[in-house]
Protein backbone atom coordinates (compact mmCIF):
# COMPACT_ATOMS: atom_id res chain seq x y z
CA UNK A 1 0.00 0.00 0.00
CA UNK A 2 1.33 3.10 -0.93
CA UNK A 3 0.59 5.94 1.95
CA UNK A 4 1.01 10.12 1.75
CA UNK A 5 2.09 11.93 4.16
CA UNK A 6 1.34 15.29 4.28
CA UNK A 7 3.47 18.18 6.30
CA UNK A 8 0.82 20.94 6.78
CA UNK A 9 2.37 24.75 5.90
CA UNK A 10 2.80 26.94 8.96
CA UNK A 11 2.89 30.90 9.19
CA UNK A 12 6.77 30.48 9.05
CA UNK A 13 6.39 27.65 6.00
CA UNK A 14 4.09 30.04 3.97
CA UNK A 15 6.45 33.09 4.75
CA UNK A 16 9.12 31.26 2.54
CA UNK A 17 11.35 30.64 6.37
CA UNK A 18 13.79 27.87 5.66
CA UNK A 19 14.49 25.05 8.16
CA UNK A 20 17.30 25.85 10.12
CA UNK A 21 20.69 23.47 9.72
CA UNK A 22 19.71 21.44 12.84
CA UNK A 23 16.30 20.82 11.24
CA UNK A 24 17.62 20.21 7.72
CA UNK A 25 20.42 17.33 9.51
CA UNK A 26 17.24 15.83 11.46
CA UNK A 27 14.84 15.85 8.43
CA UNK A 28 17.76 13.98 6.41
CA UNK A 29 18.32 11.41 9.22
CA UNK A 30 14.72 10.38 9.17
CA UNK A 31 14.78 10.46 5.21
CA UNK A 32 17.90 8.33 5.47
CA UNK A 33 16.23 6.01 7.75
CA UNK A 34 13.16 5.54 4.95
CA UNK A 35 15.76 4.73 2.85
CA UNK A 36 17.49 1.90 3.96
CA UNK A 37 14.03 0.62 5.51
CA UNK A 38 12.94 0.66 1.41
CA UNK A 39 9.74 2.68 2.24
CA UNK A 40 10.68 5.99 0.41
CA UNK A 41 8.93 6.52 -3.01
CA UNK A 42 9.59 10.49 -2.72
CA UNK A 43 9.30 12.95 -0.96
CA UNK A 44 9.60 16.72 -1.17
CA UNK A 45 9.36 20.27 0.50
CA UNK A 46 7.03 22.57 -1.37
CA UNK A 47 7.44 26.07 -1.96
CA UNK A 48 4.88 28.46 -0.24
CA UNK A 49 1.50 28.92 -1.77
CA UNK A 50 2.77 32.93 -2.77
CA UNK A 51 4.49 31.16 -5.38
CA UNK A 52 1.98 28.50 -6.81
CA UNK A 53 -1.49 29.38 -8.39
CA UNK A 54 -5.39 27.16 -8.10
CA UNK A 55 -7.39 26.20 -10.94
CA UNK A 56 -11.14 26.53 -10.19
CA UNK A 57 -13.37 24.09 -12.19
CA UNK A 58 -17.07 24.94 -12.78
CA UNK A 59 -18.47 22.97 -16.00
CA UNK A 60 -15.64 23.76 -19.34
CA UNK A 61 -14.83 27.00 -17.19
CA UNK A 62 -11.77 27.27 -15.73
CA UNK A 63 -10.36 30.11 -13.85
CA UNK A 64 -7.26 30.88 -12.06
CA UNK A 65 -5.96 32.33 -8.82
CA UNK A 66 -2.83 33.22 -8.31
CA UNK A 67 -1.63 32.51 -4.33
CA UNK A 68 -0.93 33.09 -1.64
CA UNK A 69 -3.79 31.69 0.16
CA UNK A 70 -5.15 32.58 2.85
CA UNK A 71 -5.88 29.43 5.13
CA UNK A 72 -2.44 28.10 6.03
CA UNK A 73 -3.69 25.42 8.23
CA UNK A 74 -5.01 23.85 4.90
CA UNK A 75 -2.04 24.27 3.24
CA UNK A 76 0.47 21.83 2.09
CA UNK A 77 4.44 22.64 3.21
CA UNK A 78 5.66 19.27 2.05
CA UNK A 79 5.18 15.16 1.47
CA UNK A 80 6.62 11.97 1.70
CA UNK A 81 5.24 8.84 -0.72
CA UNK A 82 5.81 5.55 1.46
CA UNK A 83 5.14 2.50 0.52
CA UNK A 84 4.45 0.71 3.56
CA UNK A 85 2.04 -2.76 5.20
CA UNK A 86 -0.33 -0.87 6.35
CA UNK A 87 -1.89 2.37 8.08
CA UNK A 88 -0.80 1.46 11.36
CA UNK A 89 2.83 0.73 10.04
CA UNK A 90 2.68 4.57 8.33
CA UNK A 91 1.64 5.93 11.52
CA UNK A 92 4.81 4.50 13.74
CA UNK A 93 6.98 6.06 11.20
CA UNK A 94 4.96 9.09 11.49
CA UNK A 95 5.92 9.02 14.75
CA UNK A 96 8.99 9.54 14.34
CA UNK A 97 9.37 12.45 12.34
CA UNK A 98 11.01 14.76 13.59
CA UNK A 99 8.61 18.08 14.75
CA UNK A 100 9.30 19.90 11.30
CA UNK A 101 8.49 22.76 13.07
CA UNK A 102 9.67 22.94 16.45
CA UNK A 103 6.46 23.94 18.02
CA UNK A 104 2.83 23.02 17.52
CA UNK A 105 1.94 21.07 13.81
CA UNK A 106 0.63 17.88 12.40
CA UNK A 107 1.28 15.38 9.46
CA UNK A 108 -1.50 14.09 7.74
CA UNK A 109 -1.39 10.24 6.43
CA UNK A 110 -3.50 8.92 3.58
CA UNK A 111 -3.47 6.01 1.75
CA UNK A 112 -3.05 6.30 -2.41
CA UNK A 113 -5.38 4.53 -4.50
CA UNK A 114 -4.32 1.50 -6.62
CA UNK A 115 -6.09 0.81 -10.22
CA UNK A 116 -7.53 -2.61 -8.14
CA UNK A 117 -9.19 -0.21 -5.57
CA UNK A 118 -11.76 1.22 -8.57
CA UNK A 119 -13.86 -1.75 -9.90
CA UNK A 120 -12.62 -0.08 -13.41
CA UNK A 121 -13.22 -2.26 -17.24
CA UNK A 122 -10.17 -4.42 -17.72
CA UNK A 123 -9.30 -2.24 -20.63
CA UNK A 124 -8.69 1.15 -18.09
CA UNK A 125 -6.84 -0.93 -15.62
CA UNK A 126 -4.55 -2.16 -18.63
CA UNK A 127 -4.23 1.40 -19.81
CA UNK A 128 -3.36 2.55 -16.39
CA UNK A 129 -0.54 -0.18 -16.26
CA UNK A 130 0.79 1.08 -19.78
CA UNK A 131 1.07 4.30 -18.51
CA UNK A 132 2.74 3.25 -15.08
CA UNK A 133 5.51 1.52 -17.02
CA UNK A 134 5.88 3.97 -19.61
CA UNK A 135 6.12 6.89 -16.51
CA UNK A 136 9.31 4.46 -15.44
CA UNK A 137 10.93 4.05 -18.60
CA UNK A 138 10.94 8.06 -19.01
CA UNK A 139 12.59 8.21 -15.19
CA UNK A 140 14.72 4.96 -16.70
CA UNK A 141 13.34 2.59 -14.16
CA UNK A 142 11.93 0.16 -16.31
Request: aromatic share 8%.
Amino acid sequence: MRFMVIVKATKDSEAGTMPSDEELRAMGEFNEELVKAGVLLAGEGLHPSAKGARVYFSGDQRTVVDGPFAETKELIAGYWLLELKSLEEAIEWVKRVPNPTGEESQIEIRQVFSPEDFAAPQDVLDKEQELRQQVAAQRGEG
